[in-house]
């Protein structure tokens, strides 16, 4: 027998497979994941836990006239097969090939690009609004978690749907997790809804009661019970917020029963009005080791399927490892340290002061900004809390640490992590931009350590400051091979590797160590460079510009970000002051960079240390 996949070749196949039949579909859509997630990596986890809710979704929409707005879109792969791109999976996340995320440029099924939370009810309703106002009459989806639902913005989009008096659907995915278990009142409040047996018994028993009066009598006595529904549902459910909002809720439903989920869908779009569709799924459904480790399948590399091990024996030590242990011993010591979290504690290395420090640690859910004027607060009150925030998802809180921290010149210390190239997760994701969004800020100290041991050093004296502080660093491995040339941490004060004359690199973060290797390169040609360990983005190092120009009459300086308002440029506006001296800065141009290996994707805009080398060599033999 032929395998139902095969017959999935462009959008809308979905509706030639027998309805029998589509459980079948499923299972064979998981396998697929499974198999190919395990040759590339990717998200597994939440892709497995929304195969029926996304056929179920496809099976009421005509595509690509109808819309499907993922939230995130880290769940989007069913959606990718149903819309016939499964023989792009054998290039997911890989550098030129299909995205792990939604994107406009790969199919018109595609509505919008999609990586941070939050965002799908606000992106739906103005596609609803953009549809109403053009005459149009597409079906409008958002498909939300029950983890982003935790962030403001789903709120403020909540807020506002309400006044909507026409149709759009918000499908809420109820997993009872985001990467990690979710937190927080609306977390509680879902639990409710979908324990409440006594409700969902009476509303099923009432329905099928109803359904066997002769003569359509029922469906007559239904209308005359309309009514009193929402006294029923108040009486069980307790708040039923969105209702109360002025929402429809439908649910909870099986979010594995297709057939339930496309009554449901139908029932919903034949309302003159915005409903939320609540839906229980489980995350990693189908392969047990996901099904078992959720946070631990969220995202993977490549590895077995039958173990579910990646093969690796030896797990080398992290920047986000070395955050997380050097605050658990800087705690020790100090009762005042506490560490938040938005929903990313196993990402940012603070599962083990978590455990610690249980009652000093705060996850405040999906919800970046919360997270760092709550930060503020709790220094106002003479705490030092520490917020390690990955760098794409830090800048969703630009105001909180301009308006709340740097403004009230607050003790917050902000770990930028994920700093920097991260790779396969691509546009959304890239950590390129903090140097620019944070090193204007008054009062706001900004550090890069070189490796795992001056990531140390920084963290504990960013504590000893009396205003605010942010340490980045970047993905993967930490370095540890220039740990014996660290000098003691002084604020604002670089630090000088390798002493050469007339050409000098300054390096910040993570490319020192490519500077360092640049210069190897370049001693076997016979050129002795002077490289620079930046440390301090903000404030600069003058002194050392100084000093360098005395004897360098080129430098160049050396960023794992974008030009445009980069340390780079900083440098290079100093020297063009009063100082003869020519300046070069090495960066990623102003444009989003795609997703690929970091090591790919550095060497093909020439911040590798060979190309850096050979670009010296090349300017150095014909000035």
Known sequence: MNK????????????????????????????FIVD????????LASNLGTVELTMAIHLVCDLPKDKIVFDVGHQCYTHKILTGRKDGFDTLRRYKGMSGFPKRCESTCDVFDTGHSSTSISVALGLAKARDLSGRDEKIFALIGDGALSGGLAYEALNNAARLRSNMIIVLNDNQMSISKNVGGMSNYLGRIRTNKKYNDLKNNVKTNLAKLPNGRGVRVAGNIRS????????????MLFEDMGLTYIGPIDGHDIGQMVEAFNNALRMNEPVIVHVCTRKGKGYRPA????????????FNVSSGSSGKADHPETYSHVFGDELIKLAD???????VT???????????????????????GIEEEHAITYSAGMAAGGLRPVVPVYSTFLQRAYDEIMSDVCLNNMPVVIGVDRSGIVGSDGETHQGIYDIAYLRHMPGLTVMAPKGARELREMLAFALTLDGPAAIKYPRGEAVTELDDHDQAIALGRSEILVRGSGIALIAVGSMVMTAYKAALILKNKGINVTVVNARFVSPIDTEMLDSLSESHKTIYTLEEGVIECGFGEEVDRYYSEDHDVKVHNFGFPDKFISHGSPEILLKNYGLDAGSIAMYILKAYTNP
């Not at 099904?291 to 490549?302: D, L, Q, T």
């Open 342 to 364: 938005a929903a990313m504690p196993g990402g940012t290395g603070l599962l083990d002061f978590q455990k610690a420090f249980p009652d000093r640690f705060f996850d405040v």
């Open 4 to 31: 139902l996949l095969d017959e999935i070749n462009r959008p809308n196949d979905i509706k030639k497979i027998p309805k029998d039949r589509l459980p079948e579909l499923a299972s064979e859509i998981r396998d």
């Open 36 to 43: 190919h997630v395990s040759r590339t990596g990717g998200h």
């Open 228 to 239: 009193v529904k929402d006294t029923l549902k108040r009486m069980f459910i307790p708040g």
């Open 291 to 302: 099904e078992k480790y959720p946070s631990r399948y969220h995202g993977v590399g490549a």
């Open 333 to 339: 010591n100090d009762k005042r340290i506490v560490a």
